[in-house]
């Protein structure tokens, strides 16, 4: 099982520390919204091609700096001749793929195929020196390291949406009969995620899905559709431990509801979900319908 590695404070051959997700001083928190690392530094996944012409190609004290992080200068490929100007703020992301190829569930591969491409949101930097085909810019704002080949992209603001009141949260909530889909991966391809957590679930715009939606999070007992090991239809019986009179299935139970979360990030296919509140742990495989 692969837990999510958050909030760790790395040094790579003796680049630059990093406490992944600094957050940008001139952006104070609010408590009933996301903060500002939380909504720029949540990933997304899309089916649309993401320009990489403009690259972070080196930066300062590259003979022996393999990453760069906040505070540090870095290169882009792009200079005055391609109308890159002091000032310009750019956003750094990169493609990413699971490094463990192995399914947690039995349509993960499938789902993730349909949703896009994954992208990995690094950070920002702002351009402080420009020549005719290179710039020169500071990295103001990091979610992880970055890199030589990383992908810069135009600044552009994202929406904060507002919290909800906890609550309100309804544990047997009953079926909304609004879209039903699931959470395919999570940030840094974590399986099993919580509060706070950011994950990628299956339903986009084209399924009428808006940043500040919500997401309620469940579980069907008995299913086999997961690839955890447990034992076949714990969900009525356990060796030892009692049984019921006659066998039930899947659907013959009410469905376990996890908990929920705000949508941050949305595209055609692909929604970046955080979640709000969770009674237990959230596997890669569990459902969510609109609420």
């Not at 700096?65 to 505070?71: E, Q, Y």
């Not at 020196?129 to 390291?145: M, R, T």
Request: with cysteine; hydrophobic share 35%.
């Amino acid at each position: 099982m692969r837990a999510k590695a958050a909030g760790i404070c790395i040094s790579v051959l003796m680049g630059a520390g990093l406490c992944a997700a600094q957050e940008a001083p001139q952006n104070a928190a609010k408590l009933n919204q996301p903060d500002y690392s939380q909504t720029y530094c949540s990933g997304f996944v899309t089916d649309q091609r993401v320009p990489d012409e403009m690259r972070l190609i080196s930066g300062e004290q590259s003979n022996y700096k393999i990453t760069f992080a906040r505070g540090d200068y870095v290169y882009l490929n792009r200079g005055m001749n391609q109308g890159v100007r002091e000032g310009d703020r750019f956003a750094v992301v990169r493609p990413v793929s699971d490094p463990v190829d192995v399914p947690w569930f039995k349509w993960q591969d499938k789902l993730m195929k349909a949703m896009g491409t994954a992208y990995s949101d690094l950070g920002q930097v702002r351009v402080v020196k420009v020549h005719p085909n290179v710039s020169i810019a500071e990295i103001n704002f990091s979610c992880a390291y970055m890199q030589r080949g990383d992908i810069i992209r135009p600044f552009a603001e994202r929406q904060s949406p507002q919290f909800k009141e906890a609550g309100n949260f309804d544990h047997f909530a009953p079926v909304s009969g609004k879209p039903v889909a699931m959470v395919v991966t999570a940030k840094d391809f974590a399986q099993t995620t919580g509060k706070n957590d950011t994950v990628y679930v299956n339903l986009g715009t084209n399924q009428g899905v808006k940043v500040g939606d919500y997401f309620r999070i469940f579980r069907y007992q008995g299913t086999r559709a997961s690839l955890l090991d447990i034992d076949k239809d714990t969900q009525y019986k356990m060796f030892g431990f009692g049984a019921t009179p006659q066998v039930y299935k899947w659907n013959d139970l009410p469905r376990e509801i996890l908990g929920e979360g705000i949508v941050l990030n949305v595209s055609h296919n692909s929604s970046t979900v955080l979640i709000t509140y969770s009674t237990s742990e959230v596997f890669s495989g569990d459902y969510v319908e609109v609420e």
